[in-house]
T-cell receptor
């Protein structure tokens, strides 16, 4: 049973470009969570999605960030017009109710 | 959301038990105590969770005090690969995990 998959593992973008981070949950999991870890800081919750629904987006920055979890395919975290402050590790977790299993993360570097 | 207090760092000799304490005095009745660890910027790894009874699995044991205001994670025979940051998280199942600063455990030969 494959674990949570994230791709790409490393992503380099120039300021102003768009970044798309993908997360494929574990088989049978219908909940996806995104977390961000800025350099030398702790993990912060961003958004919680179930299939086709955003359940909690209280940790999402108000502008430039969006997330989706379509009926088919992976969950996508999209960052428009990236800035240097967006450089971080972005982790996705999946679960059903009582556990969250994390993927290896996507390390975004904004030049 | 309940706040937690953990020592920022601890050392443990390889092969000895590592006992990691956590204070969560404001935990609510429906919150479980979850423990995760993060090994050098990898994705966090689930370790164990409990509500009020002590729990044990292949990785660790969890001791929760009767008043549920604190808990201790026990790694019975620590190895060098257990060096990581350990997070104690009161968790309302189905919601978001709130990570504190955690305890940086260093297992030394």
């Amino acid at each position: 049973n494959a674990g949570v998959m994230q791709n790409p593992r490393h992503l380099v973008r120039r300021r102003g470009q768009e970044a798309r981070l993908r997360c494929s949950p574990m088989k049978g999991h219908s909940h996806v969570y995104w977390y961000r870890q800025l350099p030398e800081e702790g993990l912060k919750f961003m958004v919680y999605l179930q299939k086709e629904n955003i359940i909690d987006e209280s940790g999402m920055p108000k502008e430039r960030f969006s997330a989706e979890f379509p009926k088919e395919g992976p969950s996508i975290l999209r960052i428009q017009q990236v800035v240097r402050g967006d450089s971080a590790a972005y982790f996705c977790a999946s679960g059903n109710y009582n556990e969250q299993f994390f993927g290896p993360g996507t390390r975004l570097t904004v030049l | 959301d309940a706040k937690t207090t953990q020592p920022p760092s601890m050392d443990c000799a390889e092969g000895r038990a590592a006992n990691l304490p956590c204070n969560h005095s404001t935990i609510s009745g429906n919150e479980y105590v979850y423990w995760y660890r993060q090994i050098h910027s990898q994705g966090p790894q689930y370790i164990i969770h409990g509500l009020k009874n002590n729990e044990t699995n292949e990785m660790a044991s969890l001791i929760i005090t009767e008043d549920r205001k604190s808990s201790t994670l026990i790694l019975p025979h620590a190895t060098l690969r257990d060096t990581a940051v350990y997070y104690c998280i009161p968790y309302n199942q189905g919601g978001k995990l709130i990570f504190g600063q955690g305890t940086e455990l260093s297992v030394k030969p």
